[in-house]
T-cell receptor, first 111, second 113 residues
Framework: AQSVTQLGSHVSVSEGALVLLRCNYSSSVPPYLFWYVQYPNQGLQLLLKYTSAATLVKGINGFEAEFKKSETSFHLTKPSAHMSDAAEYFCAVPGGNKLTFGTGTQLKVEL | SQTIHQWPATLVQPVGSPLSLECTVEGTSNPNLYWYRQAAGRGLQLLFYSVGIGQISSEVPQNLSASRPQDRQFILSSKKLLLSDSGFYLC????????????FGPGTRLLVL
């Protein structure tokens, strides 16, 4: 079954610094991959979705992710962090009728 | 536009009491519906999903059950709550299978004492 691994349950960056959140998928190449964001006490919302059409995927709020087959990775990046980016981020991969989520990375943005 | 509602927003229940959480979707027909649970330090766990009225697939054996009495209504229930049932319960819908975007509700925070 497909799975994803998120390295680093907590990441802290300074405002204005680069954000890098890591996600690696299991060995078989998935046709789809997702990044979702969850703000405190809210449901999840879609940040971006990889559909095999392009390896670099742009999402909302200035985030993007690059699919790298050689590294089995789909890391999420943002050039300059903003205080409003503080949230939990989940990578996810579909398999059968369900979506399998990673364990999440809590992003903290400091002044 | 489509919207998803969950209620109640928060709930404090004693161990052994029953549970009923409701989720409704507006603005779409025949959605796939999902129940997830987030427990502290345990990520997002899929509990049930449904592809149609009366069709429920269970992912995790436990004392919870789900029902879909109407096309856009999804109910999560328990006859007797356990302490371990505490968590943040999220309902979600999508237009099709797992490759489609899932849209999440605001969640219900359940504390079992």
């Amino acid at each position: 079954a497909q799975s994803v691994t998120q390295l680093g349950s907590h990441v802290s960056v300074s405002e204005g610094a680069l954000v890098l959140l890591r996600c690696n998928y299991s060995s078989s190449v998935p046709p789809y991959l997702f990044w979702y964001v969850q703000y405190p006490n809210q449901g999840l919302q879609l940040l971006l979705k990889y559909t095999s059409a392009a390896t670099l995927v742009k999402g909302i709020n200035g985030f993007e992710a690059e699919f790298k087959k050689s590294e089995t990775s789909f890391h999420l990046t943002k050039p300059s962090a903003h205080m409003s980016d503080a949230a939990e981020y989940f990578c996810a991969v579909p398999g059968g009728n369900k979506l399998t989520f990673g364990t999440g990375t809590q992003l903290k943005v400091e002044l | 536009s489509q919207t998803i509602h969950q209620w109640p927003a928060t709930l404090v229940q004693p161990v052994g009491s029953p549970l009923s959480l409701e989720c409704t979707v507006e603005g779409t027909s025949n959605p796939n519906l999902y129940w997830y649970r987030q427990a502290a330090g345990r990520g997002l766990q899929l509990l049930f999903y449904s592809v149609g009225i009366g069709q429920i697939s269970s992912e995790v054996p436990q004392n919870l059950s789900a029902s879909r009495p109407q096309d856009r209504q999804f109910i999560l229930s328990s006859k007797k709550l356990l302490l371990s049932d505490s968590g943040f319960y999220l309902c979600a819908w999508s237009t099709g299978g797992a490759v489609e975007t899932q849209y999440f509700g605001p969640g219900t925070r359940l504390l079992v004492l």
